[in-house]
């Protein structure tokens, strides 16, 4: 299946600073990317649509300014999480859409998880 | 997207088949049935997905109901790597995806 990889596969920051996650699509191309964060024992919650060459779209209560999203190509997207606080303390996925496959299916990465002291 | 219900957990014997059933009463037309499931620690790893009919692939076999209002996934026989928790999801093809949460199972040696 297509493979998706993220790094780094996890990070440790200090309070204040910004933290960069790369979602790579490795072996096809993806117009569009999605980004989750998920605490322990919960599950994925979806923090906003990435489209290739356009401005990413946010669900309802996630900060835009706080988690910045860019999808330059059709194999990366990033994500920074800016000036982290120990809340944002998370396990960070990405997910793709090959765009060559019709039938939907998303392809995830391994997971970044973040631990802001 | 459709709602799904499943339970939150379930158990079963290493080298059996492992059944996990999901209710989708509300399912409209367009939407496809989709499976996941996320080994502790990682991410989520796609499994399969139906319309209408049956499907089966080298990890799991999908049995949709005629009236599609429910879906059970089918894994022929459990391997204690199988321990995960499934997550079935019902939208369209190329709608995101949003996760409920789902079953988890326990396959026991």
């Known amino acids: 299946g297509a493979v998706v990889s993220q790094h780094p596969s996890w990070v440790i920051c200090k309070s204040g600073t910004s933290v960069k996650i790369e979602c790579r699509s490795l072996?096809?191309?993806?117009?569009?990317m999605f980004w989750y964060r998920q605490f322990p024992k919960q599950s994925l919650m979806l923090m906003a649509t990435s489209n290739e060459g356009s401005k990413a779209t946010y669900e309802q209560g996630v900060e835009k300014d706080k988690f910045l999203i860019n999808h330059a190509s059709l194999t990366l997207s990033t994500l920074t999480v800016t000036s982290a606080h120990p809340e944002d303390s998370s396990f960070y996925i990405c997910?793709?859409?090959?765009?060559?496959?019709?039938?939907?299916?998303?392809?995830f990465g391994e997971g970044s998880r973040l631990t802001v002291l | 997207d459709a709602k799904t219900t499943q339970p939150p957990s379930m158990d079963c014997a290493e080298g059996r088949a492992a059944n996990l059933p999901c209710n989708h009463s509300t399912i409209s037309g367009n939407e496809y049935v989709y499976w996941y499931r996320q080994i502790h620690s990682q991410g989520p790893q796609y499994i399969i997905h139906?319309?209408?009919n049956n499907e089966t692939n080298e990890m799991a076999s999908l049995i949709i109901t005629e009236d599609r209002k429910s879906s059970t996934l089918i894994l022929p026989h459990a391997t204690l790597r199988d321990t995960a928790v499934y997550y079935c999801?019902?939208?369209?093809?190329?709608?995101?995806?949003?996760f409920g949460t789902g079953t988890k199972l326990q396959v026991i040696p």
């Open positions: 997910s793709a859409r090959d765009r060559g496959i019709d039938t939907g299916e998303l392809f």
């Open positions: 999801i019902v939208r369209p093809r190329y709608q995101k995806v949003t």
């Open positions: 072996d096809f191309q993806a117009t569009t």
């Open positions: 139906g319309l209408k």
